[in-house]
């Protein structure tokens, strides 16, 4: 997981252990799907509180989905970064913009963190 790779199906691998490091692996059933990203709202105001939801369809479970957003410059936002824990029903993220974010097209991205796969939506930011 640490490395974001994925295997595929393997009856084995192996692994070169490092001492004192800790490594993880998901063991997956079936493939993981891409993420489903959907803004509740765009354009949105700056100031204002933006509604994501998330899921995975076809999860058999909860997997971490990692949250980053772009913004119009190009430039990560990190004040919007978060791991959230979605499934096969959605689960709503909270984007709070603040007054002076810039306006203009954001990229928020989600990857879901068990396959590496990930989705993007544009969020456009606008001032009153």
């Given at each position: 997981l640490k490395k974001r790779k994925l295997l595929g199906r393997k009856a084995d691998f192996v692994v070169?252990?490092?001492?004192?490091?800790?490594?993880?692996?998901?063991?997956?059933?079936?493939?993981?799907s891409k993420p489903q990203l959907k803004l509740a709202a765009s354009p949105a105001l700056a100031g204002a509180v933006v509604s994501a939801t998330i899921q995975i369809p076809g999860a058999t479970g909860q997997h971490p989905v990692m949250i980053r957003a772009t913004t119009p410059a190009g430039l990560p936002a990190p004040w919007l970064d978060r791991t959230v824990i979605a499934g096969r029903q959605p689960v709503e993220v909270i984007l709070p913009l603040a007054h002076n974010d810039p306006p203009g097209d954001w990229v928020i991205r989600a990857v879901d963190l068990f396959g590496n796969l990930g989705t993007a939506a544009t969020l456009n930011v606008r001032h009153q």
């Open positions: 070169a252990l490092r001492p004192n490091r800790a490594e993880f692996f998901a063991l997956q059933p079936e493939p993981v």
